[in-house]
C-alpha cells in the first residue's frame, strides 16, 4: 500500500496548500496519493515507531535526526542546512503540500508544523485526531518501517526570526505588559506539586508565566472550535495579544501556537529551550511554586 501511495505522487492534478493549520481524516483520505502531497509521521516518545503509520508515510523524526544532537536539551530545532538535508531526505520539494500527525492524537505533530513554518515552509497542516482519528475512520495504514524515498527533495529553508525564541526574549516577555507567557506542561508541574520528569531540573515556573495545559485545547485529540479556543486564551492572557508559548522541550508548546494560530492570534512564539532549559539550575532564570501571580 505504501509503495503504491508514494508512486501515485507522480500522478494527477496537484492539490494545491492546505485549507488551513488543520485538516481532517476526511481531507486527508480523499488526497492521500495526490502529487506533490507528503504524510509525515511525527510521534514522539513511546509512540515513535510503533509499526502503524498511515499508508505511503515518511518519519518525521523529532527524537532524532529533526532536532540539533549538539544541544544540551532535548528537541532543540536544528540549523537551517541540517533541517534542510532531513526534510530532503523525507523527499520533501518546496511546491509540496505536507500533513504531519502523531500516534497520540495532536501532541508532536504541532511541533512539526511549527518546525516547517520556522523555516519558511507554510504549506503544512496538522491531521486533527492523529492517527486514532485515522485508524477509527477504518482509512488505509501501513505495518512496520517504511520503505526508501526513492528520490531526494528540493526543500531549502528560509529561517524566519522570532518563531523561535530564546530565554533572554522571554524574560523580556514576562516584564512585558502587553505579552502572556503561557506554559502547556500540567498545572501540578507547572505549580510544582508534581515531580518533572527529566532529572535535575527544579519544579515549579517563571514568575509572571500563566498556566494553560495544552490538554484544554482539546476534546478526544481533536482541536476545540475556534470559539472556544479563543475563551481558553482570554482566560490565560485576558487582552494580551502577543502570545509566548513554553512546555517540557518546546513539543506541547506547539499545540498551543496552534491553537492559537486557529483562535485567530498572530505573532506567537515558541520558547525553544523551554522548561528543559529553563528548569535548570541558574541565578539567571528564576523559578516559583504554587499558581500563578499574574
Known sequence: MGEDVRADRERG???GA????????????ARLGAPGLLVLDASVGAHR??????????????????SDPAAPVPHTMPDAARFTDG??????NDAD???????AGIYSSARAWWMLRAMGFDRAAVLDG????????????DEGAPGPVPVRGDFTARPRPGLLVDA???AEALAAPDAAVLDARTRGRFEGTEPEPRAGL??????????????RLQDEGHMLPPDELRAAFAGAAGDRERLYVSCGSGVTACVLALGAELAGYRGTAVYDGSWSEWGLPSPDRPVVTGPADR
Open 13 to 15: 492534478p496537484d492539490i
Open 18 to 29: 492546505p485549507p488551513g493549520p488543520l485538516v481532517t481524516a476526511d481531507w486527508l483520505a
Open 49 to 66: 515507531g510503533s509499526g502503524t503509520r498511515i499508508a505511503g508515510a515518511g518519519v518525521f523524526d523529532i527524537d532524532g535526526a529533526l
Open 87 to 92: 526534510m530532503r531526505a523525507l523527499g520533501l
Open 97 to 103: 503540500t505536507v500533513v504531519v500527525y502523531d500516534a
Open 130 to 141: 492523529g492517527l486514532p482519528a485515522w485508524t477509527a475512520a477504518g482509512l488505509p495504514v
Open 168 to 170: 533572554g526574549t522571554v
Open 202 to 215: 527544579r519544579g515549579g515556573h517563571m514568575p509572571g508565566a500563566v498556566s494553560l495545559p495544552f490538554g
